[in-house]
């Protein structure tokens, strides 16, 4: 058993998508209480805007380190996703900060329900993610050899 570059990347991987997790979930909760009124959209947008930028690089940066590791199936794997967070992030809405939620079209009952569905499915692929890394770290420090 030996500690490749290849591991280290799942572990990286491991941990950021924890971090991944976490920021998901806080955005479905966020949805949520802007669904239920229970905040203003103005206060959400301003705590949701700020967690964009850094999900996206975290997700590239470990896809980076996979490529260079030679984990292609990895990459690709990860590759739908950071083509769509680009094509999204491409085509927000005209703000005057970072981010991808404008204020005053996320109220609109499409827009939340679209933002809510596609907050599950991130948080589905993550996990999926999660798993995957688990057992690719497994398998490369088990069939690695000295």
Known sequence: MAFTFAAFCYILALILTAVLIFFVIFHIIAFDELKTD???????CNSLNPLVIPEYAIHVFFTVLFLFAGQIGTVI???P???????????????SGMGLYDPTTIMNADELGRA???GWVKLGFYLISFFYYLYSMIYVLVSSTA
């Open 38 to 44: 229970y905040k203003n959209p103005i206060d959400q």
């Open 81 to 95: 996703l950071i083509v769509y967070h680009v094509r999204r992030y491409l085509n927000r809405p005209v703000m």
């Open 116 to 118: 809510q569905k596609e």
């Open 77 to 79: 794997f990860n590759l």
